[in-house]
């Protein structure tokens, strides 16, 4: 069974910067579309960023575009989140997930649906 572990959150100020991490284990990350959503308290989970396979292809939220940006190092069985400027409505428990094996890059899904398998998630708290 492949664990998805999330890493890098903590408290920041408004305006800082975080890099989020999601890690594999027990099966690369190779063949599979990788997103990230968000779930801030009283809310539903959301889509933050999503990337294909082969990295060609990549998905943001319209609240994060132009400020996080997504990537992947197969070879790490790793994807990352780089979270710049970041704002107190940042806030959330954000999980990494993943969809179905392709070998072919597919169509970056945004719903939480599209992705059978989650993280347990992780805490970032921005303040103002």
């Known amino acids: 069974q492949v664990q998805l572990v999330e890493s890098g959150g903590g408290s920041v100020q408004a305006g800082d910067s975080l890099r989020l991490s999601c890690t594999a284990s027990?099966?690369?990350?190779?063949?599979?579309?990788v997103g990230w959503f968000r779930q801030a308290p009283g809310n539903e989970r959301e889509f933050v960023a999503g990337?294909?396979?082969?990295?060609?292809?990549?998905k943001y939220a319209d609240s994060v575009k132009g400020r996080f940006t997504v990537s992947r190092e197969n070879a790490k069985n790793t994807v990352y989140l780089q979270m710049n400027s970041l704002r107190p409505e940042d806030t959330a428990v954000y999980f990494c997930?993943?969809?179905?094996?392709?070998?072919?890059?597919?169509?970056?899904?945004?719903?939480?649906?599209?992705?059978?398998?989650w993280g347990q998630g992780i805490q970032v708290t921005v303040s103002s």
């Open positions: 997930a993943r969809q179905g094996y392709s070998p072919m890059p597919v169509r970056v899904g945004t719903a939480v649906a599209d992705y059978p398998n």
């Open positions: 027990g099966r690369t990350f190779s063949g599979y579309t």
């Open positions: 990337i294909s396979t082969d990295g060609g292809r990549l």
